[in-house]
């Protein structure tokens, strides 16, 4: 069960008395946390709960003789947490702050967000307000033409964070050039990738490929390679990491220059990304 939210400044909260509508409605709490309640007067109702409200206002209209000693009257409902919006970020199209009115599930939200995009980590992140330091992960299948997101209530003040899942990119003379994501419990490999991204095209130097790295330092690492000889098994198949890109030329000429690799990549302009299906 989600823990009781305490009432915060701006707040608005909805009063319900039973058989007294004159005394029922919705209220706005002031900066110094009071509410002004009809009969009642000015009431303090920040760092409560709307439960313990309800208790307080009913036992303050019975001892002014207003309601009927041994009934409880009164319920408390806080519609709109004016100060304690809840963060979205990472891997959705519109990551901003948004209002917590009534309860928010994370598919609600992620949908408000406008869901995830195609980059999106199949684990989401929540770290609630009031353990900062405990978040919680949540698993899905992004990948699913109907992602089912489990249904967790979202509490004001909490942060959701769809983290990104690695990229590798195959870029040159293949069939489906792109971005594939790499999330899951499988690895992708070279030949897994080639074999995605539909194999090389006309003409495709498949023995003079080239493997780009990024390092730890920021720089980049050339490397050829045979995907041929892969196939074949005759050379070790490499497990690619994010980042990683996958060059394959039309011709015999050397690759020699990270401008060549960028324009066929496209940097700048958008790529296809694709979901694995092996995952």
């Not at 980590?121 to 770290?127: D, E, F, Q």
């Not at 690895?187 to 498949?206: D, F, P, Q, R, V």
């Not at 330092?217 to 995907?227: F, Q, T």
């Amino acid at each position: 069960m989600a823990p009781a939210i305490p009432i915060g400044p701006g707040d608005m909260i909805e009063v319900s008395v039973f058989g007294q509508t004159d005394l029922s409605g919705r209220f706005r709490v002031n900066e110094k946390g009071d509410v002004l309640v009809p009969l009642l007067g000015l009431v303090h109702v920040a760092g409560v709960t709307a439960d313990e409200t309800a208790m307080n206002l009913n036992d303050r209209y019975i001892q002014a003789e207003i309601l009927s000693a041994g009934k409880a009257h009164v319920t408390v409902f806080i519609s709109e947490y004016a100060t304690q919006g809840i963060i979205v970020n990472g891997e959705v199209k519109t990551p901003g702050l948004y209002p917590a009115l009534g309860v928010r599930m994370l598919n609600d939200l992620l949908a408000v967000a406008g869901g995830v995009n195609p980059t999106a980590s199949s684990k989401i992140v929540i770290t609630h307000k009031d353990s900062p330091n405990s978040p919680a992960t949540v698993e899905y299948n992004p990948a699913a033409s109907a992602p089912v997101i489990p249904q967790v209530q979202i509490l004001p003040g909490d942060t959701i964070t769809v983290p990104r899942a690695g990229i590798v990119y195959v870029a040159g003379n293949v069939m489906r050039s792109g971005g594939y994501v790499l999330d899951g419990s499988h690895s992708l490999t070279i030949e897994k990738l080639m074999a995605l991204a539909g194999w090389g095209g006309h003409a495709a130097s498949l023995e003079h490929a080239h493997l780009v790295r990024t390092l730890s330092n920021g720089s980049r690492e050339d490397i050829e390679l045979s995907v041929n000889r892969i196939f074949q098994g005759k050379a070790p198949d490499i497990v690619l990491k994010d980042g990683d890109i996958l060059y394959i030329p039309t011709s015999r000429i050397k690759l020699v220059t990270e401008q060549a690799i960028s324009s066929a990549l496209g940097v700048g302009t958008s790529v296809a990304i694709y979901r694995t299906a092996y995952q």
